[in-house]
């Protein structure tokens, strides 16, 4: 069982913007800026969408976005396009745990 | 362009140990802060991180499975092999290798960046 906890699925229609939550506690993602992003379309590997919360890699479109607040760090797509369905994991290192990934998140674009 | 590769035997018997392989280009274990690190993926389950190892031989491991685990590299071959001991048919997943660029926070210290992955390769755990 993943220490980071993610909703199973969410959805959206295109245009529309989604959120996909990332809960840990605060001795982990309340306190590590570690916090990473990965995009799985269906039968590919993941690529790194954000890393260290909100920063985005070269070529990683700005409707990508991430954030943080407490225990719970986020990440939001905006204007949702087909292509945007995919897997969707976060990522979080901490001295004590090294590297740590919720359990994935399903997004369906409607 | 970076690129990584994973190599391997698809099927493996249980208690056997598996030796995977990682080649990569486009990087070199000469620069400081480059590493490289092993992830894996049961079939429809969610990732899972293994162990990494950095240009200076320094190792991370996943506390759950570090008495299995064991990552080497061969800087001369740009390779990086991960063995692990006493298969189970639980172990089945694909396995991705990627690479890791240390970063530094002064909250967390060094912490590897996941930022490019190979394709993954499929291994069984099956008598």
């Known amino acids: 069982q993943s220490a980071l906890t993610q909703p199973p699925a969410v959805s959206g229609s295109p245009g529309q913007s989604v959120t996909i939550s990332c809960t840990g506690t605060?001795?982990?993602?309340?306190?590590?800026?570690?916090v990473s992003w990965y995009q799985q379309p269906p039968g590919t590997a993941p690529k790194l969408i954000i890393y260290?919360?909100?920063n985005r890699p070269s070529g990683v479109p700005d409707r990508f976005s991430g954030s943080k607040s407490g225990n719970t760090a986020s990440l939001t797509i905006s204007g949702l396009q087909a292509e945007d369905e995919a897997d969707y994991y976060c990522?979080?290192?901490?001295?004590?745990?090294?590297?740590?990934f919720g359990g994935g998140t399903k997004l369906t674009v409607l | 362009q970076i690129t990584l590769r994973e190599s391997g035997p698809t099927l493996v018997k249980p208690t056997q140990t598996l030796t995977l392989t990682c080649t990569f280009s486009?990087?070199?274990?000469?620069?400081?802060?480059?590493?490289v690190g092993w992830i894996r993926q049961p079939p429809g389950k969610a990732l899972e991180w293994l162990a990494l190892?950095?240009?200076?031989?320094?190792?991370i491991y996943s506390p759950s499975l570090k008495n299995r685990l064991t990552i080497t590299k061969d800087t001369s071959k740009n390779q990086v092999v991960l063995t692990m001991t006493n298969l189970d048919p639980v172990d089945t997943a694909t396995y991705y290798c990627?690479?890791?660029?240390?970063?530094?926070?002064?909250?967390?210290?060094?912490?590897?960046?996941?930022?490019?992955w190979g394709r993954g390769t499929l291994v069984t755990v099956s008598s």
């Open positions: 990627a690479h890791g660029q240390r970063h530094y926070h002064f909250l967390t210290g060094y912490w590897p960046l996941i930022d490019y």
């Open positions: 486009g990087f070199s274990f000469r620069r400081s802060g480059v590493g």
């Open positions: 190892i950095y240009w200076n031989d320094d190792k």
């Open positions: 605060s001795s982990d993602v309340g306190v590590h800026n570690s």
């Open positions: 260290e919360v909100s």
């Open positions: 990522s979080l290192y901490t001295p004590t745990s090294t590297l740590v």
